[in-house]
C-alpha cells in the first residue's frame, strides 16, 4: 500500500444477491485511482482501497450509482460503534417492511389459490362465470406485484438499464411471464381458443412464487443479522457512562461521549471500566474475558493499563484516561472484526466467476427450455407448458446461495474467534491457518513467560530463610535490574517481613550489595563474591552446579562475608504450554521452537514441552531466513511470536500469529492475533479455521449442487422418463430453501468451542 492510499467501507444499499454485489465491484474498479475493491453481499458493504488525489467520495459514490444501486451516507464523524447502530435501526425498518409485504403476498396468495382450486370442480364452475372469477383472481393478484412484489420488478428495471442482470431479474421475468401470459388469458381467451389453446390462468403460480421468495427473504434476512451478532455483542459491551473526578475532588457522572483524554475516572466493584487508562490509584482484579478470552480476572495495581468494557471485581481504583472513541482497543477489535468480515477467502474466488455470468446464462437456459418445450409438446399444450417450465427454470436458479456460503461463514467464525481472543485480521488469514502443516514457536514469551522468575532458593544448614529472604529483597528492591526484579517478586510472594537497606551498590555485570540490618549483603553472580573475598563452599557451588546443568542463571547470597544461599533464576515455561503443543501435535501438524538460547538450554526447554525439533542460537536477524527454510522443506509455516524481532519472520511467514502482549509491530505483521498470551490460543485459531472452511466448503458443494440439479429438473429432464415436471411454485420454495439452508449451515458455527 503506497504512503497516499487510503481505504473506505460503503454502506452499500439494494443489492439482491452475489450478481449485484458484482456489478457494483466491476463498476468501483472501474473507477480512475480505485485500486482495489471487494464488495460483500452478505455484510452489504464495499471496501475500496483508493488514490485520494484521483478517487474521491463522490466518484466512489457514483460509481455504486451507475451500477444502478445506492450508498448509505454516513456522518465523517461517526465511528464504528454509532455506525452499526445506525445501520442496525435502518436493517431493522428493513426486516419490519419486508415482514409486511410477506404477509400481504402470503395472506392473498391463499385467497387466490383457494378460488384457483374451484376450477377444479366442475360442478362449482358450473355455478360460476369462469371470465369474473379470472378477473377477480386478476384484482387479487395485482396488489401481491404492485405492493408485495414491486421491489423485484423496480430491481430488475434499475439492472436491465444498467445492462446487468441481477437474483430480481429472474423473479420479474419468470412471474413477469406468468402473469402478461394470465392476463392475455382473461381479457382476450377467444385469442387461444381459436389456435386451439386452453386459455389457462398462472395467478396462483404468480403470487405464490413471490410469498415463498419473500419468505426466503425473511428468514435470509433474520439469519444474516444473526450472523453479525459478534460485532453487536461487542458493541454492546461497552459502558454508557463514565463516573469523572473534578480536580476539586467532586464526582459526577457522565456520559461516555463527554469522557476526555487525561480525565480521571473512579470505577467501583461491579463497574465497567470507561474507557481505555493506566490506574492511578488503587487495586482490583479486572475481568477481561470480554475482550480476551481469558476466565480468570487478571490482578491490577498502580501504573497498570485497564481497557474499556471490562469488568471491575473486587477493588475500587482510579485511572487516568489514556484513549478514548476508535482509540480504544475495544473500539480497534470491532473495526478489525468489521473489516474481517468485509474481506474475501480466496476459496471465494471460484464461486464470483460462477456468479458474475450465472444470470445470464439461466436466462440463455431459459429461453432454450421455452422453445424445446414449444417445438417438442403437443399443440394444445404447449405454451402453457413450455411457459411453467420456462418461469421454473428462472425461478429455481437463484445464485443467491452461491453469493452467500463463504462471507456469511467468514462472519460468525471471526465473530467467534474474537469471542475467545482470537482477532483474525481478514479472511484470506482464516483459510491460511487451515492449510498449515508446521507451527514455528519463537521460545521467549511465547513457550515461556518472557521474563525472568525464580525457580529455586537454597539455603546452606542452619540459615534462616525467612531471614534470608528479608535481606535479599532488601538489597534488590534497590535494583532496576530485570533479575533483580524477579527476586523481589518470589519473596513477596513468599511474604517476607519488608527490611530496609542502606549505602547500596549496583555493580554493573556482577550483582549488587547493600547494608541490612546492619550487615553487609551481596548478591551476584560468582566474580561479585571473589572480588568482595567472599569464599564459595563446596556446598554452594554443588548447588549451582545442578541448577546451571538445567540451564538456570545462578545468584549467589552472601550475608557478613559468608556465602550462605544460591538462587535459580530462569525464564519458566507457561503452564499451559506443554497441553497445548500436545494439542497441536494432536492436530497432526509438525511442532518446532525456535530460540536464540543455546543449545543445552533449548534441549531442555524443548524436551519439557515435548517438542523434538528446535532450532538453537537463532540470531533475531535471521528468524525469517529459518522461517524460509522450513517453506522450502514444502511447509505450509505458521509463525507465533510476540517480540519485535518476531516481526520479520510472522510477515514471512504463510500465516503470523502474534501474541497480544507482544509488541504493536508484531501484531501488525501477523495475519492472527492472540489477545491471551496462551498457546492454548493457536489451537483455538487452527481449530476455528479448520471448522469455518469446512462449513465453507459444505456451503459451496451444497450451493453448485443444488444448482446442478435444480436447473435440469426444473427444464422437464425427468418428464421423458418419470412423467414429473416441477412447479414453479416449488421451484420457489426450493429457491428460498437454498438460501436459508447456506445461512443455517453457517449459523452452526455459533457453537464452535475450543477443546
Not at 450478481?19 to 482495489?36: D, N, W
Not at 456522518?75 to 452499526?84: D, F, I
Not at 501484531?667 to 496462551?678: F, H, P, Q, V, Y
Not at 412447479?727 to 443455517?744: D, K, N, R
Request: net charge neutral; glycine share 8%; proline share 4%.
Amino acid at each position: 500500500m503506497s504512503p497516499s492510499s487510503a481505504n473506505t467501507t460503503l454502506d452499500i444499499e439494494g443489492m439482491s444477491c452475489a450478481a449485484c454485489a458484482s456489478a457494483v465491484e466491476k463498476s468501483l474498479a472501474r473507477t480512475p485511482g480505485v485500486q482495489s475493491a471487494v464488495v460483500n453481499y452478505a455484510t452489504e458493504k464495499a471496501t475500496v482501497h483508493y488514490l485520494p488525489e484521483l478517487a474521491t467520495p463522490a466518484a466512489l459514490k457514483a460509481a455504486v450509482e451507475n451500477a444502478g444501486y445506492g450508498v448509505v451516507e454516513r456522518a465523517p464523524s461517526v465511528g464504528v460503534a454509532e455506525r452499526n447502530a445506525e445501520t442496525d435501526q435502518q436493517k431493522a425498518a428493513a426486516y419490519t417492511h419486508l415482514k409486511r409485504r410477506f404477509w400481504v403476498a402470503a395472506g392473498l396468495a391463499a385467497v387466490i389459490m383457494l378460488l384457483s382450486m374451484l376450477m377444479l370442480w366442475p360442478a362449482a364452475m358450473m355455478r360460476l362465470n369462469m371470465q369474473w372469477l379470472n378477473a377477480a383472481l386478476l384484482l387479487l393478484t395485482l396488489p401481491v406485484l404492485l405492493y408485495s412484489g414491486r421491489e423485484f420488478y423496480s430491481s430488475a428495471w434499475k439492472s436491465f438499464r444498467h445492462r446487468t442482470a441481477n437474483m430480481d431479474t429472474l423473479i420479474a421475468i419468470g412471474t413477469g411471464a406468468a402473469f402478461i401470459y394470465s392476463v392475455a388469458a382473461t381479457l382476450a381467451p377467444g385469442f387461444f381458443r381459436q389456435r386451439g389453446l386452453a386459455p389457462e390462468v398462472y395467478y396462483d403460480t404468480t403470487a405464490t412464487i413471490i410469498a415463498l421468495i419473500l419468505l426466503g427473504k425473511v428468514l435470509e434476512m433474520r439469519a444474516k443479522t444473526r450472523t453479525s451478532a459478534a460485532i453487536r455483542a461487542l458493541m454492546n459491551l461497552q459502558a454508557k457512562t463514565a463516573r469523572l473526578v473534578r480536580p476539586n475532588g467532586e464526582e459526577v457522572d457522565v456520559p461516555i461521549e463527554e469522557v476526555q483524554l487525561g480525565d480521571i475516572v473512579l470505577v467501583r466493584p461491579g463497574e465497567k471500566v470507561a474507557t481505555d487508562g493506566l490506574i492511578t490509584e488503587g487495586q482490583s482484579a479486572v475481568d477481561e474475558a470480554m475482550l480476551t478470552g481469558e476466565s480468570l480476572p487478571v490482578a491490577k495495581k498502580t501504573g497498570d493499563a485497564v481497557f474499556g468494557a471490562t469488568l471491575n471485581k473486587t477493588g475500587a481504583f482510579r485511572f487516568r484516561v489514556t484513549k478514548i472513541g476508535a482509540d480504544t482497543l475495544l473500539a480497534q477489535i470491532v473495526q478489525l472484526v468489521e473489516d474481517a468480515q468485509g474481506s474475501r477467502a480466496p476459496i471465494q474466488r471460484l464461486a464470483d466467476r460462477v456468479s458474475a455470468v450465472f444470470v445470464p446464462t439461466v436466462v440463455v437456459i431459459a429461453l432454450l427450455t421455452f422453445a424445446m418445450w414449444f417445438t417438442l409438446a403437443p399443440a394444445e399444450t404447449r405454451l402453457p407448458l413450455a411457459l411453467v417450465n420456462f418461469v421454473a427454470v428462472l425461478i429455481i436458479a437463484c445464485p443467491c446461495a452461491l453469493g452467500l456460503a463463504t462471507p456469511t461463514a467468514i462472519m460468525v467464525g471471526t465473530g467467534k474467534g474474537a469471542e475467545y481472543g482470537v482477532l483474525i485480521r481478514n479472511a484470506e488469514a482464516l483459510e491460511k491457518a487451515y492449510q498449515v502443516t508446521t507451527v514455528l514457536l519463537d521460545k521467549t514469551g511465547t513457550i515461556t513467560r518472557g521474563e525472568p522468575a525464580v525457580t529455586d532458593f537454597w539455603a546452606a544448614p542452619g540459615q534462616s530463610v525467612p531471614a534470608l529472604l528479608a535481606q535479599v529483597a532488601a538489597v534488590e528492591r534497590q535494583s532496576e535490574h530485570p533479575l533483580a526484579a524477579a527476586v523481589v517478586r518470589y519473596v513477596e510472594a513468599e511474604g517476607a517481613s519488608p527490611l530496609a537497606a542502606t549505602d547500596f551498590q549496583a555493580i554493573a555485570g556482577r550483582g549488587a550489595a547493600a547494608s541490612v540490618a546492619g550487615a553487609a549483603v551481596h548478591i551476584g553472580n560468582a566474580r561479585l563474591l571473589t572480588e568482595a573475598g567472599i569464599s564459595l563452599p563446596s556446598a554452594i557451588t554443588d548447588q549451582a552446579d545442578i541448577l546451571q546443568q538445567q540451564a538456570k542463571t545462578v545468584l549467589y547470597v552472601a550475608v557478613a562475608g559468608q556465602a550462605v544461599a544460591v538462587v535459580g533464576v530462569a525464564d519458566v515455561v507457561r503452564a499451559s504450554s506443554a497441553a497445548a503443543i500436545k494439542r497441536i501435535q494432536a492436530l497432526g501438524l509438525d511442532v518446532v521452537m525456535m530460540t536464540g538460547d543455546n543449545p543445552a538450554t533449548a534441549a531442555q526447554v524443548a524436551a519439557e514441552v515435548g517438542i523434538s525439533r528446535y532450532l538453537a542460537e537463532v540470531l533475531p536477524a535471521d528468524k525469517a531466513a529459518q522461517v524460509k527454510a522450513l517453506q522450502a522443506e514444502g511447509r505450509v509455516v505458521a509463525m507465533v511470536g510476540d517480540g519485535i524481532n518476531d516481526a520479520p519472520a510472522l510477515a514471512q511467514a504463510d500465516i503470523g500469529l502474534a501474541m497480544g502482549a507482544g509488541t504493536d509491530v508484531a501484531m501488525e505483521a501477523a495475519g492472527i492475533t492472540l489477545m491471551r498470551s496462551d498457546l492454548q490460543s493457536v489451537v483455538t485459531a487452527i481449530e476455528l479455521s479448520r471448522q469455518t472452511i469446512r462449513i465453507i466448503r459444505q456451503n459451496l458443494f451444497f450451493a453448485f449442487i443444488y444448482n446442478s440439479l435444480g436447473i435440469p429438473i426444473a427444464a422437464g429432464v425427468l418428464y421423458p422418463v418419470f412423467g414429473v415436471l416441477l412447479s414453479p411454485m416449488l421451484a420457489a420454495g426450493a429457491m428460498a430453501l437454498s438460501s436459508v439452508s447456506v445461512l443455517t449451515n453457517s449459523l452452526r458455527l455459533r457453537r464452535f468451542k475450543p477443546l
